[in-house]
Every structure is written in C-alpha cells, then in structure tokens.
C-alpha cells in the first residue's frame, strides 16, 4: 500500500501563507484523483482543491487563494495557501487515488494522510 505523509502545517497569522506537503511513499506511476481536504472544528470534511486528468479543481471558499501542484519526480503534491483566514483553521488531509507497481503487477490504491494541523489566527 501506498503511505501519505504531510508536512507544513502550523500556527500562522491571518493573512499570511503556508505550504503544505504531501509525499508518497513509493513512486506512483498513474493517478486518477489527487486532492487536498479539510475538517474544521465541527465541521465535514470538505474539499480543498484536487487534481484530475482533466485539471484543477477548487472549493469554492478557497479559489484564488489555494494553489494545488504536485512534483511528480517527487512524488509530492503541494497545497499552496495565501491571505489565509481563521475559517481556513482546520486539519488538512491529503488523498491519491492512483497506481502503482507491487513487483510486477499494477496494483491500485486510495491512500489517505495522517493530517496536518493548520490554525490561523486572527
């Protein structure tokens, strides 16, 4: 199985930016969806911003502000996150749903992260 672990969470001031990260453990050779969600403090877990074969997509309480990329020589996606508010607070998970080789065989997968803390302040 593939394992997603992120990074770049923390404490940050309203306004300002934040990156964060999401590596895969092994080399993913093709993805069908790869996505960033969020849960805030009693809220549903929600959609960030996603990739998909046909683009980029983003929720609408985000767009203009988040910036979805990845780095496939990495295996890395990033969530880029500018004139952050305190309604961003919230733990940030990242999610592949993809391919990889398991020896010879193409195996698929749906991975999530551990999640990452994100708070702004106001």
């Known amino acids: 199985q593939v394992q997603l672990v992120e990074s770049g969470g923390g404490l940050v001031q309203a306004g300002g930016s934040l990156r964060l990260s999401c590596a895969a453990s092994?080399?993913?050779?093709?993805?069908?969806?790869m996505g960033w969600y969020r849960q805030g403090p009693g809220k549903q877990r929600e959609l960030a911003a996603s990739?998909?074969?046909?683009?980029?997509n983003y929720g609408d309480s985000v767009k203009g502000r988040f910036t979805i990329s990845r780095d496939s020589a990495k295996n890395t996606m990033y969530l880029q996150m500018a004139s952050l508010k305190p309604e961003d607070t919230a733990v940030y998970y990242c999610?592949?749903?993809?391919?990889?080789?398991?020896?010879?065989?193409?195996?698929?997968?749906?991975?999530w992260g551990q999640g990452t803390q994100v708070t702004v302040s106001s």
């Open positions: 999610n592949v749903d993809g391919y990889y080789y398991s020896g010879p065989f193409l195996t698929h997968f749906d991975s």
């Open positions: 092994t080399s993913i050779f093709r993805f069908n969806t």
């Open positions: 990739i998909t074969s046909s683009g980029t």
